[in-house]
């Protein structure tokens, strides 16, 4: 197996360059003299396109802890790790009928600004401080360190030398505002799709050659034999992985919380809609959703090709790591079986994810920053220009705090992909309960939105330390409580745990605003029509073939 770049492999790598780079100035330079306000600049205010718009989403959303660690998930647990990606395909429909009609009504262009306007000044600015914080300590360096030893392990080149590279290539694009990103996406949206499919590709063929045969459909078919037990969208209680994936919990509990928060209340992914017209946005979020199903054939099933034949002998040494099987390792060890050329194509497919997120992430940051918080504390009278600016120091501020901080997070450790649904998993829940009853509540007062701000954090942290407190054995019964496989603990699944702090979140802010409102607190609400939440014929057609589309599959793997 070759840990290295051909001649060939540089050269496709370069032209993937030369275009995303090239055409990136372009939009730039075009687009300059049109505007250069702070809401153009953050937000590309009214200037991209549904298709652009649907391919940055994708682009924003997939990166390294997709490729890397829902490839490894995949090689660990099998498909059902895909629910995170079909089950967002639903998500992404429930967000483009009610959420994003009642921000664009109420011009909202972040998320710190939504709960300035329906709560007050102090919830938006925790808010602002905290999303600040788990961008950068979080989502920005998982990003960073997991695409480096990516690129690293498939190039050769050091470790440092990557992070640096990826750093600055995705400074260089998130430096051209919204306009830039969301253009170049398109691009990276391209070459992500073909390169992922072509180490598909591969590593079916890989196993229908390894067992005499030729062809994806048989190497296919060959897997649903070797790893029946890995085409599972719903797991059983005895399985290992439980814990991670709960049964039925994955349809009807936590993973709603987990998607409609990470896509409907996330600066980072309701930007790219926040400068468009309403049709535009709903169009250009439809078509991430249909995006979002191809998802699992590009991240998944190479993770689950690589399991059968490691457990068939192949790659023994290539999975190991400090003495132990790492299932991160799945993707680089198919993509350094690749063809010179081919595997320039997967590598290019995968620096353009880890660069499309980091940008999104970057100015994403930039633009709480700028917009939430420099403005509203340090200059309340700060030009357009000067945001601007602020907003371009950020970027290279929150960039290299990335650099520094990524190597020390053991990321590595828990598995990237794991690492992030943890770690965002502690807040999710309050967070979405504060949105969801702000939209359609309004009634909910900010003292209630601060319990959910905080309680719920609090309450995270009771149910992951319950086990240490509590023999949660008795819970066995109602599949609450499943013995962790390593430990023999009985532990609540993390899906669960996410549910269980919701439900308290959404009932503590009930009672909260009960008692303020008989107090003769009036909280502020939001302008909402319910004839905005009525999207065109055609929406509804397509938006019912995603949603059956999406049963089927579950029907068919459940």
Known sequence: MNNYLSTKDYIVFLIYFVIVAG?????????????????DYFLAEGSLTWWAIGASLIASNISAEQFIGMSGSGFKMGLAIATYEWMAAITLIVVAVFFIPVYLKNKIFTMPQFLHKRYNGTVAMIMAVFWLLLYVVVNLTSILYLGAIAVSSISG????????AIAIFAVI???G??????????????FLVLGGLATTYLALNLVSEHYGGSGVLEGYHLMTEKASDHFHMILDRKNENYLDLPGLTVLI???????????????????RALGADLKTARNGILFAAFLKLLMPIIVVLPGIAAYVMWKDGLFQNEMMQHGEVNPDHAYPVLLNLLPAGLKGLSFAALTAAVVASLAGKANSIATIFALDIYKKVFNTEASDKKLVNIGKLTVVVAMI?????????GIDKKGGFQYIQEYTGFVSPGIFAMFILGFFWKKATSNAALFATIGGFIFSIIFKKLPDWVDLSFLSSTGFSVPNPTTGVYE????DRMGFVFVICIIGMIVISIIDNKRGVVPAGLEVDTTMFKPHRAFLVIALIVALLVTALYSIYW
């Open 23 to 39: 055409y990136g100035l372009w939009v730039y330079y075009r687009k300059k003299s049109e505007s250069v306000g702070s809401k």
């Open 157 to 164: 080149i050091s470790l440092d030398a990557c992070m640096y």
């Open 173 to 175: 694009i998130t430096l």
């Open 177 to 190: 505002g919204m306009k830039v990103i969301g253009y170049t996406d398109i691009i990276q949206v391209f």
């Open 253 to 271: 509990g936590g993973m709603w919380i987990v998607n409609l928060n990470y896509w409907g209340c996330n600066q980072y992914i309701t930007q």
């Open 401 to 409: 705090l990335g650099v520094l901080i990524a190597p020390h997070l």
């Open 492 to 495: 609540i699944p993390f899906l």
